[in-house]
């Protein structure tokens, strides 16, 4: 049968940078602030749409990340780009309104086992946290991403059926009103492309294809093949971290994330539009390679 032809709106994908929050939030070499503005500024000359940046949370928990407020006054904003980052509480967010970030996340999880290493708390007490972020946002005018966790796989629980996973979802969205953009994120990167169509054939039906985030790692190397078939079943949003940065440090055994470049390399080859200038992606995964002591692979051509 013929591929169906679509239309140039629909050929349109959204890609969300990670790397400076996933990527950096997992690295035991300390980077300075000035290299992450370095990186970020980078990833802004790319034209990401949004760039996750930092997270406001414990830096008892995540020392990692205990410059976010730095890192926010010193990066460059490109117009067009929102610059967001991960926000687990009320204390979170203050620390996060007085950056002055364009966009907040909540995290939680289709996994008790994993919400409580990650939060110290239920995914119900993660959600109840939750309501005063989405209050801010609602005065603020700010919008919200809610990651869910584990949607393919727990560390500690093992395989994870999708209908737990919708669960986790309606709660959000009913905490939220609605407003609130989901991502699933499949944190221990192992998941096959049967595994991505079986869940969202699962959460399709509580939100919209177009408008479901996914988040992938790339432990097993199948990510990209996860997100070909997300694409082919309706997703038009990724997440993507340059030079494959990442991993939570409360998931053992995840690795980095869905590459940025692998991820690019896929969508411009089948002609879908991102508005992103890959070789300045380039550009900004040497950094990235650099800061870290990675390397980081030059794509070839198909
Ligand atoms: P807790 O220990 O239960 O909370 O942690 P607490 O309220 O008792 O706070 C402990 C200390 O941290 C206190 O300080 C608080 O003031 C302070 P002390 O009194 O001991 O001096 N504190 C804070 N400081 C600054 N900013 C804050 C903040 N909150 C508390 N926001 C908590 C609960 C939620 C704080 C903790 O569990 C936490 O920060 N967890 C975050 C873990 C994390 O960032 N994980 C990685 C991100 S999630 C991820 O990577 C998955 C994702 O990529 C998707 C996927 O791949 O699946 C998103
Ligand atoms: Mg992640």
Not at 26 to 36: G, H, I, Q
Not at 90 to 104: H, M, N, Q, T, W
Not at 243 to 264: F, Q
Request: negative net charge.
């Amino acid at each position: 049968m013929a591929e169906p032809i679509l239309k140039d709106e629909d050929r349109r994908v959204r890609i969300t940078e990670v790397g400076p929050r996933d990527g950096l939030q997992n690295e035991s070499a300390k980077v300075t602030v000035e290299d992450k503005i370095r990186l970020i500024d980078a990833l802004s000359q790319a034209g990401f749409p949004e760039i996750e940046t930092s997270s406001f949370v414990s830096p008892k928990w995540v020392p990692q990340l205990a410059d976010a407020g730095e890192v926010f006054a010193g990066i460059d904003r490109r117009p067009g780009t929102l610059y967001s980052a991960l926000v687990p509480n009320e204390r979170g967010l203050e620390r996060a309104l007085a950056s002055g970030v364009d966009k907040l996340a909540v995290f939680t999880a289709a996994s008790e086992s994993f919400c409580d290493r990650n939060l110290n708390t239920t995914i119900k007490g993660s959600i109840e946290r939750f309501r005063p972020v989405f209050e801010a946002a609602r005065r603020a005018s700010l919008p919200v991403r809610g990651y869910v966790s584990c949607v393919v796989r727990c560390p500690f629980e093992g395989a994870i059926d999708p209908a737990r996973v919708g669960e986790t979802v309606t709660r959000l969205l009913e905490a939220a009103d609605g407003r609130i953009e989901i991502a699933l994120g499949e944190t221990l990167g192992v998941a096959t492309p049967e595994d991505i169509q079986r869940l969202l054939a699962g959460v399709g039906g509580i939100v919209p294809m177009g408008e479901l985030d996914l988040h992938l790692h790339d432990t097993n190397g199948r990510a990209v093949d996860c997100a070909a078939r997300a694409l082919d079943l309706g997703v038009r949003r990724f997440d993507a971290s340059c030079a494959g940065l990442g991993g939570c440090p409360y998931a053992p055994g995840a690795a980095g994330n869905l590459a940025t470049e692998d991820l690019l390399r896929m969508l411009d080859r089948d002609g879908w539009s991102t508005g992103i200038d890959s070789d300045k992606v380039l550009v900004a995964a040497r950094i990235a390679a650099e800061i870290t002591g990675r390397s980081v692979v030059d794509p070839g051509t198909d």
